[in-house]
């Protein structure tokens, strides 16, 4: 192996994920400000479709910050696996409490709270 090969530059795969994040990132801001009625006022799965399109588009910035990031892509397929897909799976895990809990107090407690919207 050369030292050419060696250290061959990123930049052009930083501005490429750059750019994906960015993207992301303008399109939660975006359905953030907006927050069509059609996505927000009904039910989907114990949510709102648009809390949906939030964890799912939060999932794919953090899978390319570790994969890009932190350097997962040149790591070992074994521990690449180990780390993404545990994180992966934990936060969807944790999303789905939220989701059941969150709605079962609502339930409860809905009648009997007064919320200001």
């Not at 944790?94 to 409860?108: C, F, H, M, Q, R």
Request: charge should be positive.
């Amino acid at each position: 192996m050369t030292h050419a090969q060696e250290h061959k530059s990123h930049t052009k795969l930083i501005w490429k994920v750059f750019i994906i994040l960015s993207v992301i990132t303008i399109a939660e801001v975006f359905l953030g400000i907006i927050k069509p009625d059609v996505l927000y006022l009904t039910k989907f799965l114990g949510t709102s479709p648009l809390n949906i399109i939030f964890l799912i588009l939060t999932l794919v910035k953090a899978y390319y910050i570790t994969w890009f990031f932190m350097h997962m892509a040149d790591e070992k397929k074994s521990l690449r696996r180990a780390v993404v897909w545990t994180a992966v799976f934990l936060i969807i895990y944790l999303a789905t409490l939220l989701l059941i809990e969150g709605s079962y107090i609502n339930d409860v407690l809905g009648p009997l709270t007064k919320w200001n919207y």
